[in-house]
């Protein structure tokens, strides 16, 4: 499959602090992009998706940028809560969203 | 919200025999469902991709006749790990296309730990 990568397996935040989770990606070609959210023993659930011909995009507390040059991928996540603990994965796809694949993910640890 | 069930959530078999695992779209069609296998700590992979009444399409390193994928209706897709072995406990999670949504995000379900022994 594709190669989604990401740069950190863990990051350790105090809750109110902000949080920014990467990705790299090696498929130029990728048209889509998902964040995803996995808590213990569940299966994942979606964050924030933005489409290549777009850099950045808001949702409640979180946005994600797109650098299609560096193909980079970031997840912020403003004032982090003990509740935003999980492993966050990026997903990408090409146009036809036919497939999806994985990166390794991050886990999120948020100190009270 | 779109809501994507899978049954059993956690199964234990003994070696040798064959496990089936089921994925369901509860309120809604869809006509591509996806499997992955996720060992503990680690990423999802994509295992294959089934598509309503056609075969289903499987990644490089899957074998197909261990892990027969049928997907029989637009709501329900199964999964049965064959002659079952301790390498293949793990944890699957399928997930569920909206045909009628307008981006590709896809919907997953809770995830199946399968137990061999």
């Known amino acids: 499959g594709e190669s989604v990568g990401l740069h950190l397996p863990t990051l350790s935040v105090q809750e109110g602090d902000n949080s920014i989770i990467n990705c790299a990606y090696s498929n130029s070609a990728s048209d889509y992009f998902i964040w995803y959210k996995q808590e213990s023993g569940k299966g994942p659930q979606f964050i924030i998706d933005i489409r290549s011909n777009m850099d950045k995009r808001q949702g409640q507390r979180v946005t994600v940028l797109l650098n299609k040059t560096v193909k980079h991928l970031s997840l912020q996540i403003a004032a982090t809560q003990p509740g935003d603990s999980a492993v966050y994965f990026c997903a990408e796809t090409p146009y036809n969203f036919n497939k999806f694949y994985f990166g390794s993910g991050t886990k999120l640890n948020v100190k009270p | 919200g779109a809501v994507v069930s899978q049954h059993p959530s956690r199964v234990i078999c003994k070696s040798g025999t064959s496990v089936k695992i089921e994925c369901r779209s509860l309120?809604?069609?869809?006509?591509?469902m996806f499997w992955y296998r996720q060992f503990p700590k680690k990423s999802l992979m994509l295992m294959a991709t089934?598509?309503?009444?056609?075969?289903?399409?499987?990644e490089q390193g899957v074998e197909k006749d261990k892990f027969l994928i049928n997907h029989a209706s637009l709501t329900l897709s199964t999964l049965t790990v064959t002659s079952a072995h301790p390498e293949d406990s793990s944890f699957y999670i399928c997930?569920?296309?909206?045909?009628?949504?307008?981006?590709?995000?896809?919907?997953f379900g809770p995830g199946t730990r399968l137990t061999v022994t």
């Open positions: 997930s569920a296309r909206d045909r009628l949504a307008g981006v590709g995000e896809q919907y």
């Open positions: 309120d809604f069609q869809a006509t591509t």
């Open positions: 089934s598509n309503e009444g056609s075969k289903a399409t499987y």
